[in-house]
């Protein structure tokens, strides 16, 4: 049982919000709406080399609202190195893509000393693995020792293709199945383009962590938005 896991012991189920997808130019505003004890602000690291996308990196930490879980997926070649810079400047959980890694377990090892502050108190920063659609789940078996989250794609960051939604359900049905099979219990994540009824399939079937930048924030109706998904998730 891994013991660094230190949000699970409050029964998580969060809101991940990816804040690429807010407007950077007041983001105070465009972030106003979250709550601390409900949501998490969710950063995805891209190099454009993994994949086609680019995005700031680590430092960008320093410009979010304060008193947020800061939950990082790094989807870059240098991922340990991004990961280690991330931790410094703040992120309590930094998510590595599997497919970008050359050796999963040594990244993992290698993040092991890092420590977080949140609340004022310290924590070891919280490691996750994410896998992309065509990943097999026979990975895990290795990574679960060393691992607080687990993180699954409906969406290849590569290729933008996405599975579809009863191909993705039965997917993240046997992960959790899994998990629950192994002496470990990390926390479980749905990322991915996400719409609502994924989203909402997602929770039903056991995933803890939900995240969704854009269909949050469209049509500049965040408040809105996260009014609706709560409804439908947290019921």
Same mark, same amino acid.
């Given at each position: ?21 807010? @407007? ?55 991922? &340990? ?73 409906? &969406? ?62 469209? @049509?500049?109706? &965040? ?13």
């Amino acid at each position: 049982m891994n013991s660094r896991n230190w949000l699970q012991g409050n029964g998580v189920r969060r809101l991940s919000v990816g804040v690429t997808a807010a @407007d950077w130019r007041n983001i105070t505003d465009s972030l106003a709406a979250l709550d601390p004890k409900s949501e998490w602000l969710h950063l995805d690291v891209m190099d454009g080399q993994f994949c086609p996308k680019l995005t700031c990196g680590a430092w960008l930490i320093d410009a979010l609202p304060k008193g947020f879980i800061i939950d990082a997926h790094v989807m870059t070649y240098s991922a &340990l190195a991004q990961a280690m810079q991330l931790a410094k400047n703040g992120a309590h959980i930094v998510t590595l893509q599997y497919e970008a890694l050359e050796n999963a377990v040594d990244a993992l090892l290698a993040l092991e000393p890092y420590r977080v502050s949140y609340q004022g108190n310290d924590f070891p920063l919280m490691r996750g693995i994410s896998l992309c659609p065509e990943t097999d789940l026979d990975v895990i078996n290795a990574l679960l020792p060393h691992i607080e989250m687990v993180q699954l794609l409906s &969406l290849d960051p590569r290729s933008g293709e996405k599975m579809e939604q009863e191909a993705f359900a039965a997917r993240l049905k046997e992960l959790i199945q899994r998990v629950k099979d192994s002496d470990h219990s990390p926390m479980i994540s749905v990322d991915g383009s996400m719409s609502l009824s994924l989203a909402e399939a997602s929770v039903e079937l056991g995933a803890n962590i939900i995240v969704s930048g854009s269909a949050l924030f469209k @049509d500049e109706q &965040l408040s809105t938005n996260l009014e609706t998904w709560k409804k439908h998730l947290y019921r």
